[in-house]
């Protein structure tokens, strides 16, 4: 069992499958920080001045200064602020596969399939199908060089 799951591990496509997993994590971790730090501040400061991870909701009705006071006080809270900043992160990870995807799929389109070039040709005398180079018919052998 150990040797059939050496053989399946060591595979292309299952190592291929395991460097994508680790770039995309790591993709993953750059486009949260490209959205928390520099796309949502200039949002938030054209919006009024809004921090958007510090947005959210307490269940319990008590007014909490800010998300991080709200948790340390323990309060259920709902962080919509949090959710918008996932949701953008999402958008541009799912952009950027798609980009990708594309890309991918223009390379590995197939070159257009051209018809092969004409092998024979018809005896301009009997109408039989003949090779294309031959220079007599072999049905009713008239001489072709001129047709």
């Given amino acids: 069992m150990l040797k059939e799951f050496k053989e399946f591990a060591m595979r292309g496509n299952v190592l291929d ?3 994508g997993i680790i770039i995309g994590a790591a993709f993953g971790k750059i486009v ?4 928390s730090d520099i796309l949502m501040p200039p949002i938030g400061f054209l919006l009024g001045k809004i921090d958007f991870s510090n947005l959210f ?3 319990s009705g008590q007014a909490y200064p800010t998300l991080a006071a709200a948790k340390a006080a323990g309060a259920a809270t709902i962080n919509y602020g949090i959710f918008a900043n996932t949701v953008m992160d999402f958008i541009i990870v799912a952009f950027a596969i798609f980009l990708m995807v594309q ?3 223009r390379m590995a389109r197939k070159p257009e399939v051209r018809p092969a070039a004409p092998t024979t040709r018809e005896c301009p005398h009997c109408l039989s199908t003949i090779p294309i180079k031959a220079t007599r018919c072999s049905h009713c052998t ?3 060089k001129g047709a």
């Fill in 17 to 19: 499958m395991a460097v």
């Fill in 32 to 35: 949260s920080s490209l959205v």
């Fill in 57 to 59: 909701v307490p269940l």
């Fill in 103 to 105: 890309q991918v799929n």
């Fill in 142 to 144: 008239s001489d072709l």
